[in-house]
T-cell receptor, first 113, second 115 residues
Framework: KQEVTQIPAALSVPEGENLVLNCSFT??????LQWFRQDPGKGLTSLLL?????REQTSGRLNASLDKSSGRSTLYIAASQPGDSATYLCAVRVSGSARQLTFGSGTQLTVLP | GAGVSQSPSNKVTEKGKDVELRCDPI?????LYWYRQSLGQGLEFLIY????????KSGLPSDRFSAERTGGSVSTLTIQRTQQEDSAVYLCASSTSAGTLNEQFFGPGTRLTVL
């Protein structure tokens, strides 16, 4: 059974810092990995999707990498801003007939002004 | 519509009552998913619909939970005889297909509180 772990569970940084969020998964047979952002009391906003054949994806100040063989992904946020404060979730879609995503428990990020 | 919509946004009910939660996927999306987000449990898959195929119900926690999708668009998640442990945020997502690309887009969720 696929398990997804995110470390750290919470992170607090001063504005302007670059930071890295980590995600690991136990089964490397995946189709893709998706990073989401969740603001308090809100739904999930898709940030980046990396296909299993890709190594990284970039969107603005965000860069996500994928090392499928080692079961790891990182989300790099450059020049953090208070508006980046949210919970960040990673999720994988396993290979095979299943279509659903398996989620990590998230990293709660606070960027201090 | 511009995104996935869900209604109601909040629902408070008494233990033992039935509830219905609604999801409107993004227009043209053929795949629809229901997830549940509970305190301390994270996000859990419940059920998946793809076109006219039989749904994947493997994540439903009990037979009190059921879902249907009419006309390949709107979906309703029904919880019968609600229990306090059913309290959670119920999230709906949709994607363009069930292929490997299927980036999932989520609605704002319905927060269910069972008293």
């Amino acid at each position: 059974k696929q398990e997804v772990t995110q470390i750290p569970a919470a992170l607090s940084v001063p504005e302007g810092e670059n930071l890295v969020l980590n995600c690991s998964f136990t089964d490397s047979a995946i189709y893709n990995l998706q990073w989401f952002r969740q603001d308090p009391g809100k739904g999930l906003t898709s940030l980046l999707l990396i296909q299993s054949s890709q190594r990284e994806q970039t969107s603005g100040r965000l860069n996500a990498s994928l090392d499928k063989s080692s079961g790891r992904s990182t989300l790099y946020i450059a020049a953090s801003q208070p508006g980046d404060s949210a919970t960040y979730l990673c999720a994988v879609r396993v290979s095979g007939s299943a279509r659903q995503l398996t989620f990590g428990s998230g990293t709660q990020l606070t960027v201090l002004p | 519509g511009a995104g996935v919509s869900q209604s109601p946004s909040n629902k408070v009910t008494e233990k033992g009552k039935d509830v219905e939660l609604r999801c409107d996927p993004i227009s043209g999306h053929t795949a629809l998913y229901w997830y549940r987000q509970s305190l301390g449990q994270g996000l859990e898959f419940l059920i998946y619909f793809q076109g006219n195929s039989a749904p994947d119900k493997s994540g439903l926690p009990s037979d009190r939970f059921s879902a249907e999708r009419t006309g390949g668009s709107v979906s309703t998640l029904t919880i019968q005889r609600t229990q306090q442990e059913d309290s959670a945020v119920y999230l709906c997502a949709s994607s363009t297909s069930a292929g490997t690309l299927n980036e999932q887009f989520f609605g704002p969720g319905t927060r269910l509180t069972v008293l």
